[in-house]
C-alpha cells in the first residue's frame, strides 16, 4: 500500500463526523457526563496590596452573599459556596455550557501579618471582595516631627 491508496480526506471526514455525533449526543443530555458533582470549581480571584490591606476579589456571579462562606484559619482564607444552576429545567438541547455550577472553594494563603479582627466582605455586582488588613507590626509610619 502506498500513500497514494489511502484517502487521507475522506478518513479525516469521517472522523470528524463521528466526533461531531457524539458531542452531539453528549450535550442533548441534561447534564454533560464530563461534570463530576461531588468535585468543587474554583471561582477566578485577584489579590493585590495596598499600603494598609490585602484584597482578595472574587469573581462569583449569579449568588446571594448569604450562599457564600468566607473564613480565615490561621494564614488561609477559605472561600466556598454552592452555586445552584439556573438553566430551565424543560430544555430539550444544551448547545455550550461554560458557567460552573455546583460547590466551590478557594483557599488563598495570606503571607502578610493581618489584623483579623478588622477582616471585612462584600459581595457586589457578581464580585466577593476581601478586604484583610495589614497588622501595625511591621508597617513604615512617617513621624512628623514637631518644634517643643
Known amino acids: 500500500m502506498s500513500w497514494d491508496d489511502i484517502d487521507l480526506e475522506r478518513n479525516f471526514e469521517e472522523i470528524h463526523e463521528r466526533a461531531n455525533r457524539i458531542f452531539e449526543e453528549m450535550w442533548e443530555m441534561s447534564r454533560p457526563i464530563m461534570i463530576m458533582p461531588d468535585q468543587f470549581w474554583k471561582p477566578a480571584l485577584d489579590i493585590y496590596e495596598t499600603e494598609d490591606e490585602v484584597i482578595v476579589l472574587v469573581e462569583i456571579a449569579g449568588m446571594k452573599k448569604e450562599e457564600i462562606d468566607v473564613t480565615m484559619n490561621g494564614d488561609v482564607v477559605n472561600i466556598s459556596g454552592n452555586r445552584v444552576e439556573s438553566l430551565p429545567t424543560n ?3 444544551l448547545n455550550q455550557m461554560e458557567i460552573n455550577y455546583g460547590r466551590f472553594q478557594r483557599k488563598v494563603k495570606i503571607f502578610t501579618p ?35
Open 114 to 148: 493581618i489584623d483579623k479582627d478588622k477582616i471585612s466582605a462584600t459581595y457586589e455586582n457578581g464580585f466577593l471582595k476581601i478586604r484583610l488588613p495589614k497588622k501595625g507590626e511591621g508597617h513604615h509610619y512617617m513621624i512628623k516631627v514637631t518644634p517643643d
Open 91 to 93: 430544555r430539550t438541547k
